[in-house]
């Protein structure tokens, strides 16, 4: 299973902004923590899946953070 770190910011504007230091092609908005944090796993594994089409290896996870998002979905992928 590949766990990565999020960092959540809110924004001017009151959205909340969810990225992945260690996946850059990651980002998702949302109207509070909840809503970004369900649009960041989906952005996360829309990113993964674009490393894993054009055969490129998935980034290492090793930025820290307080929350993590786990993918059980490359889970195959990464140990092959």
Do not use: I, W
């Not at 829309?46 to 055969?55: D, F, K, P, S, T």
């Amino acid at each position: 299973m590949l766990t990565y770190s999020l960092k959540l910011a809110s924004n001017y504007n009151g959205m909340v902004m969810a990225t992945f230091p260690d996946v850059p092609e990651a980002m998702a908005l949302g109207r509070d923590h909840e809503e970004a944090l369900e649009q960041a796993k989906h952005a996360l594994e829309a990113a993964l899946e674009r490393y894993a089409a054009e055969g490129r290896d998935f980034p290492v996870p090793c930025a820290g953070g307080s929350l993590r998002v786990s993918t059980e979905k490359f889970e195959l992928l990464a140990t092959a």
